[in-house]
C-alpha cells in the first residue's frame, strides 16, 4: 500500500527491500542506514582505522602517488552484493544507484573543503574482461558521476595495452611488475597541470590505483584522488 501510494507521488521504490522509497533515490532510509558506511579511517588510503584523523602506517612509510581516496562504504553486506549485481549481472539500476550515493557522498566531501577535480577518469577494463562482460564498471559510473556532479570525464584517456595475468595468482612483487606494465596514457591525454580523479568501483590492495597516479603523476598531473565505492579493511581485519 506505502509502496503504491509513494508510487504514484513519483516516488521509486526501494532497490533493496521493495518497500516504499522515501526520497528521490530508490532506496528507503532504513535500507540506507544499514549499509557499512566507512566510518573512521586513513586520511590518504582511506583504509577503516579505529580513529579518525589518522594516516594509516603503510601510507606513512610509503606515502602513495595519489592524495586522497574518497569511499562511502567498507566492502561488506549489502554493498558487496549489490556490486556484484551490477558488475555481474548487468544490473544497472543498482549501479546507478550506488554512482548516485557516492555522489552525494562527493558533494558532501567538495562542501568540506576537498578540491573539486578537473575531470573523471576511469580505470581501463582488460580487453578480455571487457569481452567477457561487454561493459566496464567503472566507465559507467563514471559516466552517472561526471553527470551528477557536472565533472568533465574521459574514457580513452587511460589505456590497457595487454592482458595481464589475474593479480590474485601473483606474488606483490610479481602484481605490482605486473601492474606497471598494464596501464599506459593514450596521446591525446592531456595531464599536465591537471588534478585527476580516477574511478573504481573497490579498492582492495590500491595496487592499481597507485599503478595508474604513479603514471598520471608522472605525465605531469598536479593531483590524483581516487574515487571509489566501497574500500576493503585490510587483510584479516574486519
Ligand atoms: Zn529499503
Ligand atoms: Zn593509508
Redesign the pocket.
Known sequence: MLALLSRLRGIPDCLLCNGAGDGSLPICHACENELPWLGAH??????P?PERGL??????RRP?AFAR?EAPWRYGFPVDGLITRFKHQARWPLGRLLADLLAQHLQHAYSEGLPKPDLLVPVPLSRKRLRERSFNQAEMLSGWLAHSLNLAHDTRWLLRPQDTAHQQDLDAVARQRNLRRAFALSSRAQVQGRHLALVDDVLTT?ATAEAIARLLRKAGAERVDIYCLARTPKPGEH
Open positions: 586513513c586520511d590518504i588510503c582511506a583504509v582505522l594516516v594509516c602506517g603503510q601510507c606513512l602513495p581516496v590500491g
